[in-house]
């Protein structure tokens, strides 16, 4: 049973270009969860999915950052025009429903470079 | 590549218990060292992190957490734990542009 698969594992974007992260979620896993990691800061929550549905985005930036989870098909993170303050790591993780008490699974997490 | 290991996967307490719970990791670099606290319901937060300079680490709610270098530890401690602690506990090692998790602690305290 593969873990949470997260790709690309390291993106390097100019910036104002596009940067698409995708996240695969662990087989028979309908949750799932992007978190952001700064430079010297721990995790922060920005948005929790479920298929087809944005269940909770109060942590993602209002402007250019959207995510979406479509029926079929990995759980996307979209930020347009990435700026230099972009660069982080952004890792995903994934829940087979709305845990109680646990069950959820990290990916490797994606690193965004913008130069 | 780094590891992380917590050993228990499940812990029961009652309240006013202390609470020790382990992690241990593997890598052979500088590491930064953190514990998220995930309860029922919510999103991970973050408890502590260890980054340099004193290796006894103060968290949020009364938590703490000990780096011990020799031993590739960082094991999270709380000298009385309330029913309001029954959480998931994850462990995370990061370092050279890699972060790895633990399987994470279900820590469940009784009243």
Partial sequence: ?115 | AQSVSQHNHHVILSEAASLELGCNYSYGGTVNLFWYVQYPGQHLQLLLKYFSGDPLVKGIKGFEAEFIKSKFSFNLRKPSVQWSDTAEYFCAVSGNNDMRFGAGTRLTVKP
């Fill in chain 1, 1 to 115: 049973n593969a873990g949470v698969m997260q790709n690309p594992r390291h993106l390097v974007r100019r910036r104002g270009q596009e940067a698409r992260l995708r996240c695969s979620p662990m087989k028979g896993h309908s949750h799932v969860y992007w978190y952001r990691q700064l430079p010297e800061e721990g995790l922060k929550f920005m948005v929790y999915l479920q298929k087809e549905n944005i269940i909770d985005e109060s942590g993602m930036p209002k402007e250019r950052f959207s995510a979406e989870f479509p029926k079929e098909g990995p759980s996307i993170l979209r930020i347009q025009q990435v700026v230099r303050g972009d660069s982080a790591a952004y890792f995903c993780a994934s829940s087979p429903g709305t845990h109680q008490g646990g069950t959820i699974y990290f990916g490797e997490g994606s690193w965004l470079t913008v130069v």
